[in-house]
């Protein structure tokens, strides 16, 4: 099966950016830093990974981020760490649900998000263009990301305006072994919400995870990578290397 582009005007200034050991977008991959965690109360959504690239960063360079922000989110004026979970919430949610229930008919599906100082871009895939493969039986369909890839169109809400001033958030999400159609979005934002302190105390700026049910399901594999310097506001639709998926369906806790 193959991808229909349906192409937008590039950021400016666009450089290659699908993010792997070799080219991560941030420090890292190693040290690495795990954690787990979920919102509880009755929640079954829980969240399970590493923070790539853990301690090479100064301990205030993602709380100084943060603290520079204002967006809108609901309609509702927000600044300071409010705008910073929502910038990683809105991203991530937006892909692993697409990836998580909307893929049924492709193996290995993945969805790209982006969000800049500027823009909001979404992009789906429907092989594996460099994520991995998404279970252990799954085909291995590879075939390479064209260079320069264009995005379908944005994934933010009426309501919500961000400006993430000299950082940008690239998400890819890749689905699981199966699709999960009835994902409740309350739980998935509530347990999401918790993973930007995540990322903040261990003094890193990117993360591999995988989003799972107490049943032991895994949901979807993510990764997400907060850039700066050359890649502010340029990036392509190319889903980045998410680690996971290739040896089991069932979380690790």
């Not at 979807?220 to 392509?236: H, K, Q």
Request: net charge neutral; proline share 5%.
């Amino acid at each position: 099966m193959h991808s229909i582009l349906t192409l937008l005007p590039l950021l400016s200034g666009l450089v290659a950016a699908q993010f792997n050991d070799g080219y991560l977008g941030a420090n890292g991959p190693d040290p690495r830093a795990s954690f787990s965690v979920g919102a509880g109360g009755g929640n079954p959504v829980r969240i399970s990974g590493n923070v790539l690239g853990a301690g090479t960063y100064p301990a205030n360079e993602y709380s100084t981020w943060a603290n520079s922000l204002s967006c809108t989110v609901g309609g509702q004026a927000r600044s300071g760490d409010a705008c910073a979970t929502a910038i990683f919430v809105q991203a991530v949610s937006s892909a692993a649900r697409d990836a998580a229930s909307s893929m049924a008919s492709v193996a290995n599906g993945a969805q790209t998000r982006f969000l800049g100082p500027i823009n909001n871009y979404a992009q789906y895939w429907n092989e594996d263009r460099g994520q991995g493969v998404s279970c252990p039986g799954c085909v291995n369909d590879f075939v390479s990301c064209p260079a320069e890839s264009g995005w379908r169109g944005n994934f933010l809400e009426p309501g919500n305006r961000f400006n993430t001033r000299d950082r940008q958030l690239k998400v890819t999400c890749k689905k699981s072994c199966k699709t999960f159609s009835d994902l409740n979005r309350a739980n998935l934002e509530a347990s999401l919400a918790l993973l930007p302190p995540q990322i903040s105390s261990k003094r890193g700026l990117a993360a591999n995870f995988y989003i799972w049910r107490n049943t032991g399901d895994i949901i979807a594999w993510c990764r997400a990578t907060y850039t700066a310097g050359p890649w502010v506001n340029t990036a392509d639709s190319c889903p980045d290397e998410v680690y996971g998926g290739e040896t089991t369906c069932t979380a690790r806790s």
